[in-house]
């Protein structure tokens, strides 16, 4: 027996959690600290104007105001598109404009009101479809479609769809949508800097990735990486909502500018107004299917609304594209995946990068498949497993497969008895 | 302006001035440093920030502070003998009913409520009590397998 696999080992944070010891970000405080709160657009699209802080400068307790202007590189993010501080527009709704630190919450929000911009308001784009149609007003200046190297989608193809398509017997074409959604992880985008003697800048970071945020402040600030010290790990949940950063080059940057210790914890609003989303999708399919069950073509038209930045959703574009058949064997398969960009908040990660929703559509086509040919739901999955030897639309030969064998106990598990041909397959062979 | 305010913080008294529009929570958390309740949805839907007022459990982010004026206030700060943990804190460690921590303190708290009153509960008596604690990492049932394994030891 090993001395962990089999076995059940407490938790190593398990008494930090139960005694209320874990030190999560808002937990973290200094003397002497700033808070900060932040001026968001009150319009969904528009150019900005003019930015006047004058009032909220003057504004008792109010140690800092951070603008554009104050940002060396204010440009950053996963697609490198994305200002800290929109500067000659905004894209979406919640947007943020400036940064106030002040002695404390109450006091910030007071110069935050103070603050006027004025903005030549422009005529928004919600829905992607709309968005691709060529005269459709620009979210962005390149346009709203994003490039995968020459093309203004992710581009699969094996074998010959149309003649798959020809040698079927039932067509199965279905849409399926999904929604926009947040993450809704109990702790919400919080962060602390502080600038220490040495010029290190220490930061309490809720990141699910402190070393990539590490590198995108660095670029930021203009400073090299060993001026930057993240202090990560706990996360009061995070779900994907904390792959981009949302606070950390904020405090930084008023830490800069004050030399005092600053935190920025976002409310509830401003998680579901201006932190990142799943996007919304759209899965336009088209399968061939033969009498029999087996799907000998899948032609896919995939959408993904992307909101107002590229954030991860170019990568959560390609995972997606790369699943979508699921673990199925499909001989001829022809998918487009297209990143949208519309007026919205920010879509990026979230839990599986754009594979939930594939799968959701995929598993749901499967039971359509079943009905359109008259078989049993368990046996289209059986007959269109994956095995050895198979061939995914990404040109990967499979190897070492279990799918059949899972099913099997699946269906054990939830008391299913499959018919004696089911349980007769394997994924080592195929039936002829 | 601030206002007086002295009540029993965790079984020692203590004494605050606080602004009138200042929460309990930002009060335990901003003003003495006792930060297991947590700031979570700020409007009393999550649960997160759940304390116990005269042995009822309370949201304290919609808690104004000064009502608390002579009251009893529990944290798990305030939980357990000595070195030695309370029987709800222990259960929560065993069945792996903490995964990001983050509304443990505010279930555990609501869950001594409920046993204080009624020690032996039955699963949907519990399923209940919690039902204003928001988890979002693991379900619900190995945090209800925590409190019932408590309740099964009462009974």
């Known amino acids: 027996m090993g001395v962990v696999v089999g076995k059940r080992i407490p938790r190593y944070d398990g008494l930090q959690h139960v005694t209320g010891r874990t030190q999560f970000v808002d937990d973290v405080s200094y003397p002497n600290m700033l808070w900060v709160k932040a001026y968001r657009s009150p319009v969904v699209k528009g150019e900005i104007l003019n930015v006047d802080v004058s009032q909220a400068e003057k504004t008792p307790g109010v140690a800092a105001v951070l603008t554009a202007k104050d940002v060396p590189a204010n440009q950053y993010g996963f697609s490198n598109d994305q200002p800290v501080l929109a500067e000659k527009g905004v894209r979406f709704k919640g947007e943020a404009i400036v940064a106030v630190a002040a002695v404390d919450e109450d006091t910030a929000q007071e110069a935050v009101e103070k603050i006027r911009v004025d903005f030549k308001e422009e005529t928004p784009v919600f829905d992607p479809i709309e968005a691709m149609k060529p005269d459709t007003p620009r979210v962005r200046p390149e346009g709203n479609l994003w490039m995968f190297g020459e093309v203004p989608y992710r581009r699969i193809r094996l074998g010959d769809v149309e003649k798959g398509f020809k040698e079927a017997d039932v067509i199965v074409e279905e849409v399926y949508r999904t929604q926009n959604q947040d993450h809704a992880q109990l702790e919400g985008q919080v962060s602390v800097a502080r600038l220490e003697a040495n010029g290190v800048i220490t930061i309490n970071s809720v990141s699910q990735c402190p070393f990539l945020h590490q590198l995108q402040l660095a670029g930021i600030l203009k400073v090299p990486l060993n001026r930057l010290k993240f202090i990560g790990g706990t996360v009061g949940g995070g779900f994907g909502s904390k792959n981009d950063m949302h606070a950390d080059h904020i405090t930084s940057l008023l830490a800069l500018k004050t030399g005092k210790p600053v935190k920025w914890r976002w409310t509830r609003e401003e998680e579901f107004l201006a932190s990142t989303v799943q996007g919304a999708w759209i899965m336009e399919y088209k399968d061939g299917v033969k009498k029999d069950g087996r799907i000998v073509a899948r032609k896919i038209r995939a959408i993904r609304d992307a909101g107002a930045y590229g954030s991860l959703n170019p990568y959560v574009v390609d995972k997606h594209c790369f699943l979508v058949c699921g673990p199925y064997a499909i001989p001829n398969v022809w998918i487009d995946g297209y990143c949208v960009f519309t007026n919205k908040q920010v879509s990026s990660s979230m839990r599986g990068f754009g594979i939930t929703p594939a799968s959701f559509s995929n598993e749901v086509q499967m039971d359509k498949i079943a009905e359109a040919v008259g078989k049993d739901p368990w046996e289209i999955r059986f007959i269109n497993a994956v095995r050895d030897g198979d061939i995914t639309a990404t040109r990967k030969t499979l190897e070492s497969v279990a799918l059949i064998e899972t099913m099997k106990e699946a269906a054990k598990a939830a008391g299913i008895q499959l018919p004696d041909h089911l349980m007769a397959m394997s994924s080592e062979k195929k039936e002829v | ?155």
């Open chain 2, 1 to 155: 302006m601030e206002y007086a305010l002295s009540f029993s913080l965790n079984g020692k008294p203590v004494q605050v001035a606080v602004k009138a529009n200042s929460s309990l929570l930002d009060v335990l958390r901003n003003q003495l440093f006792v930060t297991s309740p947590k700031k979570s949805c700020d409007t009393g839907d999550c649960g997160a920030c759940a304390v116990l007022i005269d042995g009822e459990a309370v949201n304290s982010c919609i808690t104004l502070a000064l009502t608390v004026e002579g009251k009893k206030v529990t944290t798990v700060e305030g939980l357990g003998e000595g070195n030695q943990i309370h029987p709800l804190q222990q259960a929560f460690h065993e069945h792996y009913a903490a995964q990001c921590g983050f509304c443990t303190p505010g279930v555990i708290l609501v869950a001594k409520a409920l046993l204080d009153k009624n020690p032996k509960p039955t699963r949907e008596e519990v399923t209940q009590a919690i039902s204003g604690n928001l988890c979002r990492c693991t379900g619900y049932v190995k945090i209800i397998d925590a409190i019932m394994a408590v309740a099964e030891a009462n009974k």
